[in-house]
């Protein structure tokens, strides 16, 4: 069983993939006579490789996209409430660009490369916009701060 070609040891020195070639031929066991090699078989390199697994999910980088959409969802709640408080003019001030480049993102989703970009540029708005809202607030704390120190 041991020398037969579908035994343990055959089964070991099988390459990955190909079931009739051994990697390297074992040496002969002392008194035993040496068997013929083996001589490869011209099919062997002419089987295709077995189909790639189907993914069990959504394509790589679609849940990094989706997630740059939602921040860039969550970026309109200052101009929204503005808007509800009567200042409409803060709604010139919406992430616009973040959300259109995270949805030009979601519909490119079989184009890895072009997600990739459209990702980073939807994320280079979301940051921007944040650092942008960031300095704003600084500036209408101070002014706020001012107000109050003055009292006016």
């Known amino acids: ?4 070609a579908g035994g343990p040891k055959a089964f070991w020195e099988r390459e990955q993939g190909s079931a009739t070639r051994s990697v390297a031929p074992s040496a002969p066991a002392p008194g035993r006579p040496s068997a013929a090699p083996a001589r490869p078989s011209s099919t062997a390199f002419s089987v295709h490789p077995p189909p790639a697994p189907v993914p069990i999910g959504p394509p790589a980088r679609v849940g990094g996209t989706v997630a740059a959409l939602v921040v860039a969802l969550l970026t309109l709640t200052g101009p929204v409430l503005g808007a509800y408080l009567g200042l409409w003019f803060l709604l010139l001030g919406a992430n616009v660009p973040g959300i259109t ?3 030009v ?16 540029y939807t994320w280079a708005c979301n940051f921007a916009y944040i650092g942008l809202n960031a300095v704003l607030a600084v500036f209408v704390l101070l002014m706020l701060a001012m107000i109050i120190l003055l009292g006016y």
């Open 1 to 4: 069983m041991q020398g037969s």
């Open 105 to 120: 993102a979601l519909t490119r989703i079989p184009d890895a490369p072009e997600v990739e970009r459209f990702l980073r």
């Open 101 to 103: 480049l995270a949805i």
